[in-house]
């Protein structure tokens, strides 16, 4: 048997195959001009975990309020500008995707549970310290849900977007209304309890993507924007009062603007991916 040589090799290509060097240059050109791993993107996503760290830390020195600014800074400068960034500049890969998801659990999930903990520590420390853990092992079980079978509607999301239930307890915390009302502190324990749960039912909370917004939900969006921007120029003290408001009427009746046949599509999707995630090993 004889060995083939290179002039063998070379006949039995294709005409149109590449050479082994044409398919290098083709690799190295590929590689030069993939998307960084760590881009512009994702300074953004720093900003956000920057904006989670600075809260934490302010909730370790008592100061909620200030807290809140900047788990609001990061979220409003970092997390709602990373994933523009990256379809403006075509670099979205999958480490920023992955790093995106990171900041927003550890944003979304533990710093609420760290402001509930400084919150109602005077009460009970023990109390405290079971509200903050519901917040951070319902936020994670929807976290490894999702990881193990993303859910897939093209309007709503599945339960409640950990965005709205971080927003909506650390406005109330932070609620200068909310004090003058007896027992005020109280009837944040269902509150946490109840975005605990929204975060994990498959109920339709609907976003902005898929069809085409009803225009009283483009009016409900507008007048969030437009009283929040105006009570933190007027009235800053009552900033959190006024999205606290608002992200509890979408909390409640999120699930309305969807049609019948929509939330009867979704409830399908709902109990199909409830099945692959019990299916997962």
Known sequence: MTTPTASDIAAERPADAP???????????????????????????????????????????????????????????????????????????????????????????????????????????????????????????????????????????????????????????????????????WMGIPLVLFVSLANLLPIPFRTHRGRKLKHWVKYFIGGFFVTTIAAAIILPAYVFDVTFVWLLAYSVGGWTELDPDERREFFARAREWSARVRAAR
């Open 19 to 185: 050479t082994q060097g044409q398919a290098d240059a083709q690799a190295k050109a590929d590689t030069e001009h993939a998307p960084l791993t760590f881009g512009l993107k994702d300074i953004f996503t720093c900003v956000n975990i920057l904006g989670a760290v600075a809260s934490i830390i302010f909730c370790i020195e008592g100061e909620l309020r200030y807290a809140a600014y900047a788990f609001l800074g990061g979220y409003i400068l970092g997390d709602s500008l990373d994933g523009l960034v990256a379809r403006l500049t075509n670099t979205a890969n999958r480490f920023g995707a992955e790093f995106d998801i990171i900041g927003d659990h550890f944003a979304q999930c533990i710093v609420p549970a760290f402001m509930v903990y400084v919150a109602y520590r005077p009460i009970s420390p023990y109390l405290a310290a079971a509200l903050a853990a519901t917040l951070v092992i319902s936020g994670s079980v929807r976290h490894a849900r999702g990881a193990v079978a993303s859910p897939n509607f093209p309007s709503a999301y599945f339960g409640m977007p950990r965005t709205v239930s971080a927003i909506l307890v650390i406005s109330y915390i932070n609620s200068a209304f909310a004090p003058h009302i007896p027992g005020w502190q």
